[in-house]
């Protein structure tokens, strides 16, 4: 890549934070402010940048969109005609249609490229800093060097090699980028510890990223190959990573599955490595808010914060969980699937809560929806002073006398993309300082956690054909949760097919689903309102306001094939 283009943030920034295990607080200082700093106040101001952008990655419109919306999982239609509409950006991802000038593309590169230029900047700094701690941020900056470029590989089929801030990158694909990736983590792993995750990059860190990059190596080698060919030698090496990280005695499943992505999980046992969102951190609470109803409004305390009315999961995919579990409910039978947290009288279709107890209902979410009665602005009470529940309608769409009632059909007809059309999801506790439901998210976004690492291991063995090693793993994972009264029962045998239903069930919503359907050969299948069989868009274009700003270079970045 063109300095134009890798000097985003090409200097190196200096901050001043307080650095305590995962906490980075990060303030931009001026070149005169730097001056009477000691050794360690300038080290920890290098690495802070190299992970300020995660946020700003892992957020709704960006890599969320990209993941989640072009699979067969969740769809977006042009909300009531009015809302979500974009240009049909949404609408475009998930038939798989986009084309280089698309936003959600652009806005997930951009940050990633910034992201590599910040590391590289720090990698270079942090060469003459005296601090003792020096030499494991640089070992940190490589490897989140290695990290963006994992995900600029899944996404668009490059990678860039540079290091040396004023040279220019070379551009590499294929075998020769995954083996360039392997050998920088494997540099990188001797050099850290396991002391200061989830929000920073540790060796156990570093083990989830040489697992996945193993994992999708017969992708990342030849993008559009009819069937992909996974190395034995690959899968070996999976098994051996995710072995490394279970051995540790340092992680654990959560029994309870909804702790995982509560406002409060930055201790959970089962995160490896995560955006750290805690609130002191400023982060958004945009994958909350970004299912729910606009009528939703989870905390008595701030009467401005709602949902949006965003995407839904498909038919297709929900469908997958009936057919598991016919003739039960998927609700009684996978604890994974919903956590009840609203009862209202069967009768009146009301209920009173305090404010401390409330919390609105998690997971996936059908039918009539209920919540904090709301009128004029103002949250309704009960005779007792608690906090009145009910029916929720369509209020804020002015249609006070439709009710909120999520359907199984969305699709992008009419009546389709009405507002509530859609089961709805809320994986991601609702955070309880969000004033606006968008900011102030407190819920760490898991990159990598324990759950995804067992349940790689166990494709990796089922690759190799150890059926009965891959139905223990897969089945530690199921029998682990628990939701109330509800626990994960063994499955009796595992497929590749089964596996890839159980990652389903097991990760929704986590921006796994896209390299899981690629990787498993289904990205090409037909799903809702989506039915291009072109293999090219196992890829997303290259923005072209990138191929414009490298264009002292001519050829030097060019687009992917069929866009």
Not at 198 to 224: C, E, S
Not at 432 to 443: C, H, K, M, P
């Amino acid at each position: 890549m063109t300095n134009r283009i890798m000097k985003l943030l090409a200097l190196p920034m200096l901050v001043s934070i307080s650095l305590s295990c995962t906490k980075l607080e990060e303030e931009v200082l001026d070149e005169s402010s730097v001056t009477g700093l000691t050794e360690k106040q300038i080290a920890d101001g290098t690495i802070a940048p190299v992970y300020a952008n995660l946020p700003n990655i892992y957020i709704h419109t960006g890599l969320f969109a990209l993941q989640e919306i072009s699979t067969d999982e969740a769809i977006l239609p042009y909300r009531g005609g009015t809302d979500w509409g974009d240009n049909g950006i949404y609408l475009d991802l998930h038939r798989h249609s986009t084309n280089s000038n698309t936003a959600n593309v652009r806005n997930t590169w951009n940050p990633l490229v910034q992201s590599l230029s910040r590391a590289v900047s720090a990698i270079s700094s942090l060469q003459s800093n005296k601090d003792p701690n020096a030499a494991k941020y640089i070992a940190e900056a490589k490897g989140m060097y290695a990290f963006y470029n994992l995900l600029i590989l899944d996404l668009w089929g490059i990678i860039f090699v540079k290091e040396d801030p004023g040279a220019v990158s070379t551009i590499v694909r294929g075998d020769e980028a995954v083996e360039y990736l392997k050998k920088i983590l494997l540099e990188v792993e001797p050099q850290l510890d396991n002391t200061t995750g989830p929000g920073r990059l540790t060796k156990a860190g570093v083990w989830g990223l040489l697992a996945k990059l193993h994992l999708n190596a017969a992708v990342y080698r030849d993008r559009y190959a009819t069937n992909f060919t996974f190395r034995p030698e690959d899968m070996d090496k999976v098994i051996e990573y995710t072995n490394k990280i279970t051995s540790s005695g340092q992680y654990a499943l959560s029994a309870d599955y909804w702790a995982i992505f509560n406002d409060n999980n930055n201790t959970n046992k089962e995160l490896i490595f995560a955006v750290d969102q805690r609130p002191d951190l400023n982060g958004h609470n945009r994958l909350s808010y970004f299912s729910l109803s606009g009528d939703q409004f989870p905390l008595p305390a701030y009467t401005g914060a709602n949902g949006t009315d965003g995407p839904g999961i498909t038919s297709d995919y929900y469908r997958t969980w009936v057919d598991a579990y016919a003739p039960l409910d998927p609700a009684s039978a996978d604890p994974r699937f919903t956590q009840k947290n609203v009862n209202v009288d069967p009768v009146t279709g009301e209920a009173c809560y305090d404010a401390a107890s409330y919390r609105i209902d998690r997971g996936i979410l059908r039918g009539q929806q209920y919540g904090l009665v709301r009128v004029a602005g103002v949250f309704q009470k009960c005779p007792d002073g608690k906090f009145k529940v009910g029916k929720l309608f369509n209020n804020s769409r002015n249609r006070p006398t439709t009710p909120v009632v999520h359907t199984e059909t969305i699709n992008f007809t009419t009546a389709g993309s009405d507002y509530s059309t859609g089961f709805r999801v809320l994986k991601y506790e609702f955070s309880q300082t969000s004033v606006s439901g968008r900011n102030f998210g407190a819920v760490d976004i898991p990159v990598i956690r324990l759950g995804d690492v067992i349940l790689m291991r166990a494709e990796a063995k089922l690759r190799k054909g150890d059926a009965a090693g891959a139905l223990t793993d897969v089945n530690a994972v199921r029998t682990s949760r628990v939701s109330g009264a509800i626990t994960g029962k063994p499955l009796p045998s595992v497929t590749l097919d089964l596996l890839f239903r159980e990652r389903g069930f097991e990760l929704y919503w986590e921006m796994h689903r896209r390299t899981d359907m690629v990787r498993f050969g289904k990205f090409e299948g037909t799903w809702t309102e989506k039915s291009s069989t072109d293999r090219n868009k196992r890829v997303f274009p290259i923005p072209q306001t990138a191929i414009d700003g490298a264009s002292n270079l001519p050829g030097y970045l060019q687009q992917n094939p069929g866009y």
